[in-house]
């Protein structure tokens, strides 16, 4: 049990009583001008140009994490917006404010932007910013790739948005279940923009996934074995093998797709040997991956945040971590329980139920952790704590509730209603956007150097607290009185009036929470209380260097002696005397032990990641509009590009 | 175990250029992604075959083993070749790697000029029925990554020309890319050739 230096998080930070606002942070750093000469080299070597030139080519993984993260919020908010119109037809019944085609294309563009646009990348954004500096690395391990899977995800989402524009937003959900999704049933391009788009998006997760493991392999400070990594470092570990796994299947699926409508192919139809069904185990052997990999980072943040605000270590460091590596395999094995309506073999049927069941024990264990952590420690109800702990409780109700759908007679009584609309929208906002709030403001003055506002923060809190429970939980009743999802509306008679109206305040309270959320962080950015190096007095490497981080993140290479850095006896000890001054460079550390292994030449900002990124949009809209010139000049344009980020790379 | 915290950045490697060297872990991860690319792919080929005794439409001619033995034995001994190109290249006698590299290259392309002739025999289309469509999409993108090795050996033959320590790790990775591909054609040909043979 280590010592803790303090056991308050004291308002105002020490070491910050020096700073005016708007100084800069770099130069008045202490521990750079102690270094002198090699400070001073350091400084030349890391430091990017400013102005839109920065903004094009940056490799700092710290830019491209908060990037990241304000992209995905827009998406958030593009969502949320279809969202809003969706609760406001089914404020009342038989309401007529959009036709039935514009409401499929409502939830459809609704699931795919949060799903792929917003939540995914919103913890890609946060693995970003925060993974290097937890590990005490420079930068991660590619930095011109991270570059690229930002600009891939970035045009990505406008090549999916786009499809407004063309007027053929995707209509058949964001699981497009054939024959639906084939081309007779839905002719046009809408289905070309998903399975497209998809394959798109995925290509940029599937290269940050790849940056994620190699970073954590290679890059981390000496000392820190694999057994004194963060939590929060194993989680994105685990969620990028699974990224690295389950994508593909999602990719041979939409390339199926793509062969069916694009070539007259027949993978999905059951006329000439295809079969629909198989569209559904494809899909879902991605998708139920898909909900541990947006889950596992989630509770990255909660394993990282409830230990920071109860004062003391995690309870069960290897139980949680075991936890977390058992649920990404288990992700493989379930997905058929999305499928029992839809006649599957009763054998295959107990098997995904049994699997279905045994995938509740890691994250049991991971939830008594968390409790534990929180009565053997001292809680501090700061505004983070209070989203660790909303999540808590939505995210067991959305538990109990998925215990029920392996059981199979009652999964066929509720397929398809708002039962299962409630249950995994407790799961994904109460198991994601919660976590991910609580990050956002935990990290918020790490990324910025400025403080939230502590009170508006709690009223915050409680509005998105009150409003999210206040739109889900009425659909759990409307659901079971037998209201089906997808349909644009509903009688009187239904019986489900109050229940919907419940619903759509509830969205609203939502909103204005989130919106109030947005007002702090606009506010606060500019005139937030600045935070210094640890206003939380929190246990990780990220909290040893200013806020925001350099461009270096560390002027000397810590050295690791446990798992909880800025809590051992004395801080000294953190600090290593390794500078690496002569050049862009960075550590290479071994993987399990992490002893130092080579020095590594970093490469600087580069024009390449964008020119290819914007070669591969070239491609998917050739792909999409089927002009073969457009898609060979992209092919040709992106090979140059790669030419060119080869040619930058010697050394 | 203890591990050297303080290290002396004079003693240390600098930029591996071996197996330690993080392309070549990217790489792996990569080829680990695309490998289960073609592993959904197949159990997806596997699922319709299984699920219907007609899946390859009476009439429709068993594949043929006459191009496919052919190509695979190019194929695998382009591994060989390959293998001994990146030994040459440890070894640091360039010109033989840059000959061995060459020939597998030729390798590469006598294998996709088979694989033309081949789907030009064909008397079934990807339009025609699901069989066609699962033996035009799985064997076309194994081309398709055929293709993109073959560009990536022309790249390895140019790079090999420019004397820098790099050079050792384009041809390592690429290595690894190509024996990748050949390990999946292997998979592609016991699935969709020789397994319909038996």
């Known amino acids: 049990m280590p010592h803790l230096a303090s056991d308050s998080i004291t308002g105002a930070p020490p070491s910050d009583t020096a700073l005016d606002d708007g100084e800069d942070l770099r130069i008045e750093d202490p521990e750079l001008a102690e270094l002198g000469e090699d400070g001073r080299r350091l400084r030349r070597s890391w430091e990017e140009p400013g102005g839109i030139r ?46 039935e085609r514009t409401y499929d294309e409502l939830f459809s563009m609704h699931g795919i932007t949060m799903i792929f646009l917003f939540i995914t990348p919103a913890f890609s954004g946060f693995g970003n910013f925060l ?22 995800f970035l045009f990505a989402g406008i090549f999916l948005w786009s499809s407004v524009l063309f007027g053929t937003p995707p209509s058949s959900g964001w699981f497009n279940y054939v024959p639906l999704g084939e081309q007779p049933y839905s002719p046009g391009r809408a289905v070309a923009f998903y399975a497209l788009g998809l394959a798109f998006v995925s290509i940029s997760t599937t290269l940050g996934a790849v940056n994620f493991i190699v970073t954590i392999a290679r890059m981390r400070a000496p000392g820190m074995s694999v057994g004194r990594m963060p939590v929060y470092v194993w989680a994105i570990l685990v969620t990028s093998f699974v990224m690295l796994f389950a994508l593909p299947v999602l990719s041979a ?17 059951a006329t000439v040997g295809g079969q629909p069904l198989l569209w559904q185990h494809v899909f879902w052997a991605f998708g139920h991956p898909d909900v541990y990999l947006i889950f596992i980072p989630a509770t990255g943040i909660v394993s990282t945040i409830i230990p920071a605000f109860s004062r003391r270590p995690i309870v069960g460091y290897v139980l949680v971590v075991v936890s977390v590596i058992s649920i990404g395999m288990l992700a493989f094995g379930v997905w058929a329980h999305h499928m029992f309506a839809a006649g599957l073999p009763s054998q295959s049927m107990a098997f995904f139920a049994g699997a279905s069941l045994v995938i509740a024990v890691p994250s049991g264990i991971q939830i008594f952790a968390w409790i534990a952590t929180m009565i053997l420690g001292r809680v501090h109800w700061r505004v983070p704590m209070l989203y660790a702990a909303g999540f808590l409780v939505v995210f067991t109700i959305g538990g109990v509730t998925g215990v029920m759908f392996p059981a199979v007679p009652a999964d066929l009584q509720v397929t398809d209603t708002y039962f299962v609309v409630a249950h995994f929208h407790y799961v994904l906002v109460g198991g994601a956007v919660f976590p991910m709030l609580a990050g956002l403001v935990y990290w918020f003055p790490k990324m910025t150097g400025r403080m939230l506002h502590e009170r508006f923060g709690a009223i915050t809190f409680w509005v998105i607290f009150v409003g999210f429970n ?44 989130l919106l109030m959320g947005l007002g702090d962080i606009a506010v606060s950015l500019r005139r937030g209380r600045r935070a210094g190096p640890d206003p939380w007095r929190a246990d990780t490497l990220e909290w040893a260097t200013t806020s925001p981080p350099r461009p270096f993140n560390f002027a000397r290479i810590p050295r690791i002696l446990s798992r909880h850095p800025l809590w051992d006896e004395s801080s000294d000890t953190l600090r290593g005397q390794l500078v690496l001054p002569d050049g862009h460079q960075a550590l290479g550390t071994t993987s399990l032990e992490a002893g130092a292994e080579d020095v590594l030449d970093m490469p600087r900002e580069s024009w390449s990641p964008l020119l290819l990124a914007l070669a591969a949009a070239g491609v998917f809209y050739g792909l999409l509009l089927e002009w073969p010139v457009l898609v060979g000049v992209a092919v040709a344009a992106g090979i140059a590009a790669m030419v060119l980020w080869h040619a930058r790379s010697d050394r | 175990m203890s591990v050297d915290l303080e290290p002396d950045p004079a003693t240390l490697d600098r930029n591996p250029v071996d197996r330690r060297s993080t392309g070549y872990w990217g790489t792996v991860c990569l080829v680990a992604t695309e ?50 190109a990146e030994r040459s290249a440890r070894r640091e006698s360039w010109g033989r790697a840059r000959l061995l590299a060459g020939l597998v290259t030729l390798m590469g392309i006598a294998f996709l000029v088979i694989q033309g002739v081949e789907f030009d025999r064909l008397h079934y289309g990807v339009g025609d029925h699901a069989y066609g469509t699962a033996r035009y999409t799985i064997v076309g993108l194994h081309s398709a990554h055929v293709t993109v090795g073959v560009l990536l050996l022309l790249f390895v033959l140019w790079r090999i020309g420019r004397r820098d320590a790099g050079r050792h790790s384009v041809v390592q990775n690429v290595a690894l890319y190509w024996h990748f591909v050949d390990v999946v054609w292997v998979a592609v040909f016991v699935s969709l050739y020789l397994s319909e043979h038996w």
């Open chain 1, 54 to 99: 920065a903004w094009l080519t940056s490799v700092d993984h710290k830019s491209i994490g908060r990037r990241y993260l304000v992209t995905a919020l827009v998406f958030f908010a593009f969502g949320g917006a279809l969202a809003i119109v969706m609760r406001a037809q089914l404020g009342s019944p038989e309401l007529r404010l959009v036709d």
């Open chain 1, 131 to 152: 993974v290097p500096l937890m590990i005490g690395a420079r930068d991660m391990a590619f930095p011109r790739l991270n570059a690229l899977s930002y600009w891939l």
């Open chain 1, 253 to 269: 699926g939409n390339l199926m797709l793509w062969v069916d409508r694009s070539f007259g192919g027949h993978w999905f139809d």
């Open chain 1, 470 to 513: 206040l739109t889900f939980f009425p659909m759990h009743i409307s659901g079971l009185r037998g209201m089906p999802r997808r349909v644009a509306t509903y009688l009187p008679s239904d019986g489900v009036t109050l229940w919907n109206r419940l619903s759509t305040i509830g969205a609203v309270l939502f909103a204005i929470g």
């Open chain 2, 35 to 84: 490998a289960t690319l073609f592993a959904a792919l197949l159990a997806s080929y596997f699922y319709l075959r299984l699920n219907d005794h007609s899946f390859r439409p009476p009439g429709v001619e068993r594949p043929e083993l006459l191009l496919a033995i052919p190509g695979t034995i190019v194929l695998v001994a382009s591994s060989g070749v390959m293998w001994l």
